[in-house]
Nanobody, 127 residues
Framework: QVQLVESGGGSIQAGGSLSLSCVAS????????MSWFRQAPGKEREGVAM????????SYVDSVRGRFTVSRDVGKKTVGLQLTDLKPDDTATYYC????????????????????WGQGTQVTVSS
């Protein structure tokens, strides 16, 4: 059973940067699309970034494009998310997730396409 563990969250002022990491254990996720979602209090969970097998497919939600960078290291079974120019609206719990199926990433962010989730890491951005 694959388990995902996120780390790297914290509290930071607007304009700052954070680096999130997600480590997979108990199995392999190298043949699956990996993603980052986030959920703010009172809001639905939204997709932030996806990265395909080998890192060739990458997509971002419009609100973070140009500020966030997703990456993966297949050998280390890690997925990273570099957050820069952070804004108070980025405040949320950030979750790493692995796709249900082997192969390409889905065309759009949908939590139903991902069935293995980490416990989340909190990012708080103050103005």
């Amino acid at each position: 059973q694959v388990q995902l563990v996120e780390s790297g969250g914290g509290s930071i002022q607007a304009g700052g940067s954070l680096s999130l990491s997600c480590v997979a254990s108990g199995g392999y996720v190298s043949t699956k699309c990996m993603s980052w979602f986030r959920q703010a209090p009172g809001k639905e969970r939204e997709g932030v970034a996806m990265i395909g097998i080998g890192g060739r497919e990458i997509s971002y939600v419009d609100s973070v494009r140009g500020r966030f960078t997703v990456s993966r290291d297949v050998g280390k079974k890690t997925v990273g998310l570099q957050l820069t120019d952070l804004k108070p609206d980025d405040t949320a719990t950030y979750y790493c997730a692995a796709a249900k199926y082997i192969g390409n990433c889905p065309r759009r962010f949908d939590i139903r396409d991902f069935d293995i989730w980490g416990q989340g890491t909190q990012v708080t951005v103050s103005s």
